[in-house]
């Protein structure tokens, strides 16, 4: 015979099994309605950042995201062609203006995300130098090099402009944002001279005491924006997912947050980017629709 009252259980289980379906099918119609937002990016720690918290707030939002990790020069063709729907990547005036200046007639530049930023040739504190001057008088000590990060992010070819502006006895060695912080890691704890290309916001500022080489030239330019930029017709096609872009602004201090957690051991940037979120969203909902 059946007890009633595990009948009653059984079926008000069902219940709750069947309208935890209903809804994660209902979760997934809803994605599946409000389209897939292609983020490009290129592989720098504060885009890396910035980028996943963009999607975890596209997603909660009933957003598929795809992200795609490119070079520079990559993304932005990716964006002009239609590829990609949006960039949180953009450094400008500076950094990436030969790019946009290239593609600008089919994207839409929705305006800073973050201000505060700079670049330049980055020391460690206890170094000698303080100039970028200083480097031909250390060239030894350096192994003659300047350690930079991927061959196609705006900074190399700025520093290469550094080198000839300043006319220094110095190669520039490409690589990765990874193997830069390396190279930069090994040198403070043998407390050797190092010279890399660097920027803020970056993790490594609060990680060990280091300093910006003046640029008596300027060549580096002053402080720069970081910016959001669509492609053309992403407002008719998605103006939720375009809204939630073109509201989302943020400071370096945040996105320092977000960085640190990403370089915990074994640490994944997309699930940081999910906690962050979650506990701030007193932040998140100024990027909303609905903060409008």
Do not use: C
Request: glycine share 8%; net charge negative; no cysteine.
């Amino acid at each position: 015979m059946f007890d009633i009252k595990t009948l009653s259980r059984g079926v008000r289980l069902g219940a709750m099994m069947m309208a935890a379906g209903t809804a994660v099918a209902a979760g997934q119609v809803q994605a599946q309605e409000k389209g897939t937002v292609t983020l490009a990016y290129v592989e720098w720690a504060s885009e890396v950042a910035s980028t996943n918290v963009v999607r975890a707030v596209l997603e909660d939002q009933g957003y598929d995201v795809e992200m795609s990790s490119l070079s520079a020069a990559a993304m932005w063709q990716a964006l002009s062609y239609g590829d990609a729907d949006a960039i949180v990547a953009a450094w400008l005036p500076t950094t990436h203006a030969d790019y946009f200046d290239r593609v600008k007639d089919s994207v839409e530049d929705l305006g800073t995300n973050l201000d505060g930023t700079k670049l330049g040739l980055v020391v460690p504190a206890y170094s000698d130098m303080d100039t970028i001057t200083d480097i031909d008088k250390n060239s030894d000590a350096i192994d003659g090099q300047i350690v930079g990060i991927d061959p196609g992010a705006g900074l190399m070819s700025l520093t290469e402009d550094v080198i000839d502006e300043y006319d220094l006895d110095a190669d520039l060695r490409s690589g990765s944002g990874a193997t830069m912080t390396a190279a930069l890691a090994s040198a403070i704890q043998n407390k050797e001279e190092i010279v890399v290309t660097s920027w803020t916001p970056h993790w490594m500022f609060a990680r060990w005491d280091l300093k910006y080489l003046e640029d008596p030239k300027n060549v580096y330019g002053g402080a720069e924006q970081i910016h959001t930029i669509a492609r053309n017709g992403l407002k008719e096609d998605m103006p939720g997912a375009y809204a939630i872009l073109d509201n989302f602004e943020w400071t370096p201090e945040l996105m320092g947050e977000v960085m640190l957690m990403n370089q915990e051991e074994d640490s994944d940037p997309y699930e940081s980017a999910k906690k962050w979120v979650a506990d701030n969203q007193d932040v998140v909902q100024q990027w909303l629709p609905d903060a409008e």
